[in-house]
């Protein structure tokens, strides 16, 4: 049988998984191996080098001594390089946005194929090379065999002439099929990486409504599974003409042999053929199906990932891995079908050949043509040559089913609304005295609805103006920044800009990387003024205290700073890029009093004196300073003008002062007469980050991703192969194997031996029995490949869900340090891309191996029979080729996982992007994203491009020696002497000798795409054991229903840290909480007041020492009775894509009743009713539609829900204003007057009216007693937070 190109090379190569690595890395060494003499040598070598591979052979060389590292794969050249393939796709595409038109897939499919016409055009000519060399041996061996028949003697140079033609022909055939395949995937990767630079494009320019209705897991998967399928599509592209040509090669060879009966023949295809039309139609639907539901699973996967933290603090983790593996229970329920389907298609191909050559063979009978040896043998050796066009049919069907479905996805994302750049009009520097003018605007995020976000505003900002903006939950405040940004439509009215701006989310958006790298944010490093920058924002400090200095690297989503680290550094990152027109979205409130008051006097009013900045704050202190005062409610300028001006001319504004002056007469009530002082941030004062240094401590939190070394072990192998019923189905997949290659080999023997070399023999028996003998072997064949083909996608499927369960309750059990240290694009990798090549490819991988073995087994058997001096050819040849494998493995293994670590970055660049597309506007910076993401999709092109290279370089040298091999057979056959051997079986020997060099060839690629698709197994499996989390429930050690009853936390002797190579964050505190009571924790940011609440629902295991809640050691009982009795309103509000009745009640415990209650309780309930769909009205990925302070509210109305004993607000009121605050403040006392309430704030008044107070410095006690007490005591350190905070408040800025 012939191979199929895709057995050889295609898939299971390609389709390789996404290993990790952190983004930056791979972006550094593209940056640092990027000079000309690392170019790739195949941009420079010789004719004799580029056709024999040589050129790559250095870098084999190096493989084969040390594991290769990315340094050691050179630069690609010229359009292989993705700045040379992206110009001319966009170009291509260009035209057609100017048009206003929508993009249609076949303008897509157009611009790909001149993206690469060059290689589609050069892949066509050596595809009909081959196709042409590969019949010239069958076209032969009727007149081989009767040469064999007659008398050598007379002509013994005539025999090495065919000797010599086989040979040239299998050299030629060989020749052009690697470079063909070669080219191929050189297309691909050109093609997937223009296409990739194309999506992340969009990325950067589409608009924040378009954004909400492709979440980042689904363009996740745009990236990494449907570009790369396109990419793939380059392998079946000539499929379609080639049938053709092959086709219409064969049935020339048979007339030749056969006559008329191979018009039978061409009937006998066409009905196998025809079966594609509809089940290539159902297997795109399946196809279609299945991404739909892969992409809801990474959607939802993704969300996971990103809160998993409040998941744990909520103890529904485990209700939402139930939700994921419902999602992918639909999942599996139309991969089950599309593999069944698969399977079916694969096994009528298989036996296609056999079918046809039975209608042959019977017409032939019928019409009484006779049969001779050599013209069945020759017939034979044809179909076996059709089999690879027929086989591959099905393959070429389904692949452009599934490449449409992927081009029509990345359409419909490249389609999406682009924001449009016109919104505001942009006017030079220095123009104007005007910095910013809004006339008689009216936005709206989404234009088709009437519900407009903004209405009728009007303001005219000079250069150098303070302008505050305030207003209650909901009134539209970062709105208004984000229409200056021309982040939201415009309805109506006019904005004109001057200047460049710089923007400081309300949520930080911070990127992996360095400190530094995040600071300059692209710009060159100015030193005088990047150190008055780090002085402004009090990061100083913190960074001589840090291990790394500014160089430590940041985790995902900045995870290893605090919320107050986060906001200082984006705010670091505005004030260097020196930009005119600053916006600044609350920032203060995630600072403590102290910080904030530091930052907004040398932030706002110190460094940036001079420039335009409007700022949203909920502290009232720090509206007097404003030039000018602009007051929310439901989208209008309800009030403008000077904090003076405005006290008494509304009561908005009045409303918001009065609840701030109530607060501070909390502090006024408590009689105590204390002086204060002017703050200062003094050196002693801050000990920010997490991380402190300590001897020894020199590990960064996220480190470089693991990847394994050296070869896949056959443990994996043998895990992978026994997990689906103990491997019970692998005898049976074997024993199919084996006996329809027996059942193959017998039924040609059978016609070999039972015709007549030549016209005048008699044939040992009649015509009707050879043909029944035939029909016979061909229906036992038929069984044994359906059932093999139904066990192996049996055991596949079964073992896909095994591992998918296992690895998803091994990552949802494991603890929140792995979480931090790692990247959520590591973990949605193995659950995308590697979990995607156990479902479909891995199966088929080790199938496709074995079978081609058993076949390569069955060849040599008959060869050797035959003439058994082939051995001594053959042994050399074999072990040459083994040693040439093991030469080659450790280059081909490393290059495949070197493949996975570079995909990653672009995955998690890209998710970081779309994320903080927002931020990257406003400073102007996508050309460089982009850039960034064109060096790490050439760090994923480079060791893709050789690893393509590299197979085609052991295939073209396996099969010249298997060429070799073959030759000096026949020489055998020419020198056996005369009547020693059946010319006929001789003739067998050579019909199966002519497949030896592409089947050698082929088990060598199979045994090198097995081990390469095999990673993603090992990778899985390297996640299957991950170390967990304490049990959720210990059975034996279970509190009662009642617990805790009391409250009272006794904290003994508590050290923690946050990883064993971290130092101590909690250095031995003992304090007891007593029942019932309320507890305020206060300390300088990074003092440990998160670090504390983390240990009590033990996110983090203290190092030493314990926690009790009513004499119960937390320690000893299971995570979710400890969770599930404990209450938190977290510091990030967080809401998921679902329902408002879904966020309120995520494990769906409660009746509407009481939802509705809880609602009306955190004054959310009207803002429901008004919603269309009331309970079940929408809410966004990350709860996008809502805004930060309605989110909170939300958390509030959790923990209502729940009424807990213990309550824990860690910055609870930080997103609200100060009368929600005072509302929320009032709403706790009254529902949860009898609980122990602990609070971390950084509002002081939330803590004057509790019973205690925690004052912590570096992680230990400085302080605890009642508000009073302290306050007496002046020289206490809460006594100079309280005197701080009321000083800061009373004075006015600036004015």
Same mark, same amino acid.
């Given at each position: 049988?012939? *191979?199929?190109?895709?057995?050889?090379?295609?898939?299971?190569?390609?389709?390789?998984?996404?290993?990790?690595?952190?983004?930056?890395?791979?972006?550094?060494?593209?940056?640092?191996?990027?000079?000309?003499?690392?170019?790739?040598?195949?941009?420079?070598?010789?004719?004799?080098?580029?056709?024999?591979?040589?050129?790559?052979?250095?870098?084999?060389?190096?493989?084969?001594?040390?594991?290769?590292?990315?340094?050691?794969?050179?630069?690609?050249?010229?359009?292989?390089? *993705?700045?040379?393939?992206?110009?001319?796709?966009?170009?291509?595409?260009?035209?057609?946005?100017?048009?206003?038109?929508?993009?249609?897939?076949?303008?897509?499919?157009?611009?790909?194929?001149?993206?690469? @016409?060059?290689?589609?055009?050069?892949?066509?000519?050596?595809?009909?090379?081959?196709?042409?060399?590969?019949?010239?041996?069958?076209?032969?061996?009727?007149?081989?065999?009767?040469?064999?028949?007659?008398?050598?003697?007379?002509?013994?140079?005539?025999?090495?002439?065919?000797?010599?033609?086989?040979?040239?022909?299998?050299?030629?055939?060989?020749?052009? @099929?690697?470079?063909?395949?070669?080219?191929?995937?050189?297309?691909?990767?050109?093609?997937?990486?223009?296409?990739?630079?194309?999506?992340?494009?969009?990325?950067?320019?589409?608009?924040?409504?378009?954004?909400?209705?492709?979440?980042?897991?689904?363009?996740?998967?745009?990236?990494?599974?449907?570009?790369?399928?396109?990419?793939?599509?380059?392998?079946?592209?000539?499929?379609?003409?080639?049938?053709?040509?092959?086709?219409?090669?064969?049935?020339?060879?048979?007339?030749?042999?056969?006559?008329?009966?191979?018009?039978?023949?061409?009937?006998?295809?066409?009905?196998?053929?025809?079966?594609?039309?509809?089940?290539?139609?159902? @297997?795109?639907?399946?196809?279609?199906?299945?991404?739909?539901?892969?992409?809801?699973?990474?959607?939802?996967?993704?969300?996971?990932?990103?809160?998993?933290?409040?998941?744990?603090?909520?103890?529904?983790?485990?209700?939402?891995?139930?939700?994921?593996?419902?999602?992918?229970?639909?999942?599996?329920?139309?991969?089950?079908?599309?593999?069944?389907?698969?399977?079916?298609?694969?096994?009528?191909?298989? *036996?296609?050949?056999?079918?046809?050559? *039975?209608?042959?063979?019977?017409?032939?009978?019928?019409?009484?043509?006779?049969?001779?040896?050599?013209?069945?043998?020759?017939?034979?050796?044809?179909?076996?040559?059709?089999?690879?066009?027929?086989?591959?049919?099905?393959?070429?069907?389904?692949?452009?089913?599934?490449?449409?479905?992927?081009?029509?996805?990345?359409?419909?994302?490249?389609?999406?609304?682009?924001?449009?750049?016109?919104?505001?009009?942009?006017?030079?520097?220095?123009?104007?005295?005007?910095?910013?003018?809004?006339?008689?605007?009216?936005?709206?995020?989404?234009?088709?609805?009437?519900?407009?976000?903004?209405?009728?505003?009007?303001?005219?900002?000079?250069?150098?103006?303070?302008?505050?903006?305030?207003?209650?939950?909901?009134?539209?405040?970062?709105?208004?920044?984000?229409?200056?940004?021309?982040?939201?439509?415009?309805?109506?009215?006019?904005?004109?800009?001057?200047?460049?701006?710089?923007?400081?989310?309300?949520?930080?958006?911070?990127?992996?990387?360095?400190?530094?790298?995040?600071?300059?944010?692209?710009?060159?490093?100015?030193?005088?003024?990047?150190?008055?920058?780090?002085?402004?924002?009090?990061?100083?400090?913190?960074?001589?205290?840090?291990?790394?200095?500014?160089?430590?690297?940041?985790?995902?989503?900045?995870? !290893?700073?605090?919320?107050?680290?986060?906001?200082?550094?984006?705010?670091?990152?505005?004030?260097?890029?020196?930009?005119?027109?600053?916006?600044?979205?609350?920032?203060?409130?995630?600072?403590?009093?102290?910080?904030?008051?530091?930052?907004?006097?040398?932030?706002?009013?110190?460094?940036?004196?001079?420039?335009?900045?409007?700022?949203?704050?909920?502290?009232?202190?720090?509206?007097?300073?404003?030039?000018?005062?602009?007051?929310?409610?439901?989208?209008?300028?309800?009030?403008?003008?000077?904090?003076?001006?405005?006290?008494?001319?509304?009561?908005?504004?009045?409303?918001?002062?009065?609840?701030?002056?109530?607060?501070?007469?909390?502090?006024?009530?408590?009689?105590?007469?204390?002086?204060?002082?002017?703050?200062?941030?003094?050196?002693?004062?801050?000990?920010?980050?997490?991380?402190?240094?300590?001897?020894?401590?020199?590990?960064?939190?996220?480190?470089?991703?693991?990847?394994?070394?050296?070869?896949?072990?056959?443990?994996?192998?043998?895990?992978?192969?026994?997990?689906?019923?103990?491997?019970?189905?692998?005898?049976?997949?074997?024993?199919?194997?084996?006996?329809?290659?027996?059942?193959?080999?017998?039924?040609?023997?059978?016609?070999?031996?039972?015709?007549?070399?030549?016209?005048?023999?008699?044939?040992?028996?009649?015509?009707?029995?050879?043909?029944?003998?035939?029909?016979?072997?061909?229906?036992?064949?038929?069984?044994?490949?359906?059932?093999?083909?139904?066990?192996?996608?049996?055991?596949?499927?079964?073992?896909?869900?095994?591992?998918?369960?296992?690895?998803?309750?091994?990552?949802?059990?494991?603890?929140?340090?792995?979480?931090?240290?790692?990247?959520?694009?590591?973990?949605?990798?193995?659950?995308?891309?590697?979990?995607?090549?156990?479902?479909?490819?891995?199966?088929?991988?080790?199938?496709?191996?074995?079978?081609?073995?058993?076949?390569?087994?069955?060849?040599?058997?008959?060869?050797?029979?035959?003439?058994?001096?082939?051995?001594?050819?053959?042994?050399?040849?074999?072990?040459?080729?083994?040693?040439?494998?093991?030469?080659?493995?450790?280059?081909?293994?490393?290059?495949?996982?070197?493949?996975?670590?570079?995909?990653?970055?672009?995955?998690?660049?890209?998710?970081?992007?779309?994320?903080?597309?927002?931020?990257?506007?406003?400073?102007?910076?996508?050309?460089?994203?982009?850039?960034?993401?064109?060096?790490?999709?050439?760090?994923?092109?480079?060791?893709?491009?050789?690893?393509?290279?590299?197979?085609?370089?052991?295939?073209?040298?396996?099969?010249?020696?298997?060429?070799?091999?073959?030759?000096?057979?026949?020489?055998?056959?020419?020198?056996?002497? !005369?009547?020693?051997?059946?010319?006929?079986?001789?003739?067998?020997?050579?019909?199966?000798?002519?497949?030896?060099?592409?089947?050698?060839?082929?088990?060598?690629?199979?045994?090198?795409?097995?081990? !390469?698709?095999?990673?993603?197994?090992?990778?899985?499996?390297?996640?299957?054991?991950?170390?967990?989390?304490?049990?959720?429930?210990?059975?034996?050690?279970?509190?009662?229903?009642?617990?805790?009853?009391?409250?009272?936390?006794?904290?003994?002797?508590?050290?923690?840290?946050?990883?064993?190579?971290?130092?101590?964050?909690?250095?031995?505190?003992?304090?007891?909480?007593?029942?019932?009571?309320?507890?305020?924790?206060?300390?300088?940011?990074?003092?440990?007041?998160?670090?504390?609440?983390?240990?009590?629902?033990?996110?983090?295991?203290?190092?030493?020492?314990?926690?009790?809640?009513?004499?119960?050691?937390?320690?000893?009982?299971?995570?979710?009775?400890?969770?599930?009795?404990?209450?938190?309103?977290?510091?990030?509000?967080?809401?998921?894509?679902?329902?408002?009745?879904?966020?309120?009640?995520?494990?769906?415990?409660?009746?509407?009743?009481?939802?509705?209650?809880?609602?009306?309780?955190?004054?959310?309930?009207?803002?429901?009713?008004?919603?269309?769909?009331?309970?079940?009205?929408?809410?966004?990925?990350?709860?996008? !539609?809502?805004?930060?302070?309605?989110?909170?509210?939300?958390?509030?109305?959790?923990?209502?829900?729940?009424?807990?004993?213990?309550?824990?607000?860690?910055?609870?009121?930080?997103?609200?204003?100060?009368?929600?605050?005072?509302?929320?403040?009032?709403?706790?006392? @009254?529902?949860?007057?009898?609980?122990?309430?602990?609070?971390?704030?950084?509002?002081?008044?939330?803590?004057?009216?509790?019973?205690?107070?925690?004052?912590?410095?570096?992680?230990?006690?400085?302080?605890?007693?009642?508000?009073?007490?302290?306050?007496?005591?002046?020289?206490?350190?809460?006594?100079?937070?309280?005197?701080?905070?009321?000083?800061?408040?009373?004075?006015?800025?600036?004015?």
């Amino acid at each position: 049988m012939e *191979v199929s190109h895709r057995d050889i090379g295609g898939d299971n190569g390609l389709r390789q998984p996404l290993l990790t690595d952190t983004s930056k890395p791979s972006a550094n060494k593209a940056r640092e191996s990027s000079s000309p003499e690392t170019l790739t040598p195949y941009a420079n070598s010789t004719l004799f080098s580029l056709l024999t591979f040589s050129w790559l052979s250095p870098m084999v060389a190096i493989g084969h001594k040390k594991p290769l590292d990315l340094e050691d794969v050179p630069q690609l050249s010229g359009v292989d390089s *993705v700045v040379g393939s992206f110009p001319i796709l966009k170009h291509k595409l260009d035209p057609d946005h100017f048009n206003g038109k929508k993009l249609t897939t076949s303008e897509l499919v157009i611009a790909l194929i001149h993206t690469t @016409q060059k290689d589609i055009l050069i892949t066509a000519i050596l595809a009909l090379l081959y196709t042409l060399a590969s019949y010239v041996g069958p076209y032969l061996i009727d007149s081989f065999v009767r040469f064999l028949n007659g008398t050598q003697d007379s002509n013994k140079y005539q025999g090495y002439l065919f000797v010599l033609v086989f040979f040239l022909a299998k050299v030629v055939e060989s020749v052009s @099929q690697r470079h063909w395949f070669f080219k191929l995937q050189q297309g691909g990767i050109r093609a997937r990486a223009a296409l990739v630079a194309m999506i992340y494009e969009k990325g950067l320019t589409v608009s924040s409504r378009s954004k909400l209705s492709s979440s980042s897991g689904e363009i996740t998967n745009l990236i990494a599974i449907d570009a790369e399928r396109i990419g793939e599509f380059g392998w079946y592209i000539h499929d379609p003409w080639l049938v053709i040509v092959q086709v219409g090669l064969a049935l020339g060879i048979l007339y030749l042999n056969l006559g008329f009966a191979s018009l039978a023949a061409l009937v006998a295809i066409v009905i196998v053929m025809l079966p594609n039309i509809p089940l290539g139609s159902v @297997q795109q639907k399946f196809q279609e199906e299945l991404m739909t539901c892969k992409d809801k699973r990474m959607k939802k996967t993704s969300e996971i990932l990103r809160n998993m933290k409040i998941l744990k603090l909520l103890a529904s983790e485990m209700k939402f891995l139930s939700r994921i593996i419902e999602l992918r229970n639909l999942e599996t329920g139309w991969l089950k079908k599309y593999l069944v389907t698969s399977a079916t298609i694969v096994s009528v191909f298989w *036996v296609a050949p056999t079918f046809v050559a *039975v209608v042959t063979f019977g017409t032939c009978m019928l019409a009484g043509i006779p049969l001779e040896s050599g013209k069945i043998l020759s017939a034979v050796a044809t179909f076996k040559i059709l089999q690879q066009p027929i086989y591959n049919l099905p393959d070429t069907v389904a692949m452009i089913a599934q490449t449409k479905v992927s081009l029509d996805r990345i359409i419909s994302y490249l389609n999406l609304d682009d924001l449009d750049s016109g919104l505001v009009e942009m006017l030079p520097r220095g123009c104007s005295d005007v910095a910013i003018e809004i006339t008689n605007a009216t936005f709206s995020w989404d234009v088709s609805s009437a519900d407009q976000v903004l209405k009728d505003i009007n303001i005219k900002v000079d250069h150098g103006m303070k302008v505050a903006v305030c207003g209650t939950v909901g009134s539209g405040k970062s709105s208004f920044l984000s229409c200056i940004l021309g982040e939201v439509a415009k309805v109506s009215g006019s904005i004109k800009l001057s200047g460049t701006t710089a923007y400081v989310a309300q949520s930080p958006w911070i990127q992996s990387g360095k400190i530094e790298e995040n600071i300059l944010f692209g710009k060159e490093m100015d030193k005088i003024r990047y150190d008055k920058v780090l002085e402004v924002c009090a990061l100083k400090k913190d960074l001589e205290i840090l291990p790394f200095g500014d160089q430590t690297v940041i985790g995902e989503r900045g995870i !290893n700073l605090s919320g107050g680290q986060k906001q200082r550094l984006q705010i670091a990152r505005a004030l260097y890029q020196d930009s005119d027109i600053y916006l600044f979205d609350d920032p203060f409130s995630a600072v403590d009093a102290h910080t904030g008051s530091h930052l907004f006097k040398e932030c706002l009013l110190g460094f940036l004196d001079s420039k335009t900045v409007i700022y949203i704050t909920h502290q009232v202190e720090f509206l007097p300073a404003a030039d000018l005062i602009l007051v929310l409610k439901a989208g209008r300028i309800k009030q403008a003008g000077k904090y003076k001006d405005i006290l008494n001319s509304g009561s908005d504004f009045m409303e918001l002062v009065g609840a701030h002056k109530e607060a501070l007469s909390v502090i006024d009530s408590i009689n105590t007469s204390f002086e204060y002082e002017n703050p200062q941030v003094t050196d002693e004062d801050r000990n920010e980050f997490k991380s402190e240094k300590t001897e020894g401590t020199n590990r960064q939190l996220v480190q470089k991703e693991e990847r394994e070394k050296g070869s896949v072990g056959l443990s994996i192998y043998w895990r992978y192969i026994t997990s689906a019923y103990k491997g019970a189905l692998v005898p049976f997949i074997l024993l199919t194997a084996v006996l329809f290659e027996l059942i193959q080999v017998a039924s040609n023997y059978w016609l070999a031996w039972a015709s007549p070399v030549s016209d005048g023999m008699v044939p040992p028996v009649g015509g009707s029995t050879l043909i029944i003998v035939y029909v016979g072997l061909a229906i036992g064949s038929t069984f044994c490949i359906f059932g093999r083909a139904m066990w192996l996608t049996i055991a596949g499927y079964v073992t896909a869900k095994l591992l998918f369960n296992k690895m998803h309750l091994c990552i949802f059990h494991a603890p929140m340090s792995f979480f931090d240290a790692t990247p959520s694009g590591r973990i949605l990798n193995r659950a995308s891309t590697d979990q995607t090549a156990v479902d479909v490819t891995i199966p088929n991988a080790i199938g496709v191996f074995v079978f081609a073995v058993i076949q390569l087994l069955a060849v040599i058997a008959i060869m050797s029979q035959i003439s058994w001096q082939v051995f001594l050819v053959f042994v050399p040849v074999i072990a040459i080729c083994i040693w040439l494998q093991q030469y080659y493995i450790s280059t081909a293994r490393e290059l495949a996982r070197l493949v996975g670590v570079c995909k990653a970055p672009i995955i998690q660049h890209f998710t970081e992007t779309v994320s903080g597309s927002t931020t990257i506007r406003s400073f102007r910076q996508e050309d460089r994203f982009q850039d960034t993401n064109m060096k790490l999709l050439d760090g994923y092109s480079r060791p893709n491009f050789h690893s393509a290279a590299a197979r085609e370089w052991l295939s073209f040298r396996v099969e010249l020696l298997a060429s070799v091999t073959f030759a000096f057979f026949l020489i055998f056959l020419l020198i056996i002497p !005369n009547g020693t051997i059946d010319p006929s079986i001789a003739g067998l020997a050579v019909t199966y000798g002519l497949n030896l060099n592409i089947l050698q060839a082929s088990v060598i690629w199979k045994l090198s795409n097995m081990e !390469n698709s095999i990673i993603s197994v090992e990778r899985i499996f390297q996640y299957m054991s991950i170390p967990s989390e304490g049990p959720l429930v210990v059975e034996s050690s279970r509190p009662s229903d009642m617990w805790p009853s009391h409250g009272k936390i006794d904290i003994c002797n508590l050290q923690v840290r946050y990883a064993s190579h971290m130092p101590l964050v909690l250095r031995g505190l003992t304090c007891t909480f007593h029942g019932g009571k309320k507890t305020g924790i206060v300390g300088r940011t990074g003092s440990g007041k998160s670090t504390l609440i983390q240990t009590l629902f033990r996110i983090i295991e203290p190092t030493m020492g314990a926690i009790f809640i009513d004499e119960i050691n937390i320690s000893t009982i299971g995570l979710h009775d400890l969770r599930s009795k404990l209450s938190i309103i977290p510091q990030d509000p967080t809401m998921f894509q679902g329902t408002v009745r879904s966020n309120m009640d995520p494990l769906e415990q409660y009746t509407d009743e009481q939802i509705w209650e809880a609602l009306d309780k955190c004054q959310l309930g009207n803002e429901v009713r008004r919603k269309e769909g009331k309970l079940d009205s929408a809410v966004d990925e990350n709860g996008e !539609n809502w805004s930060m302070g309605q989110r909170q509210l939300v958390c509030l109305g959790r923990v209502l829900l729940k009424k807990s004993k213990i309550l824990v607000l860690d910055e609870a009121t930080a997103s609200v204003d100060t009368s929600t605050d005072y509302m929320i403040q009032q709403t706790l006392g @009254q529902h949860f007057s009898d609980s122990t309430i602990i609070t971390i704030a950084h509002r002081i008044t939330s803590m004057l009216n509790g019973h205690m107070v925690l004052v912590l410095e570096q992680g230990l006690i400085e302080e605890y007693n009642s508000p009073l007490k302290l306050l007496e005591n002046k020289s206490s350190s809460f006594a100079k937070l309280v005197a701080e905070y009321r000083g800061r408040s009373s004075s006015s800025y600036g004015t």
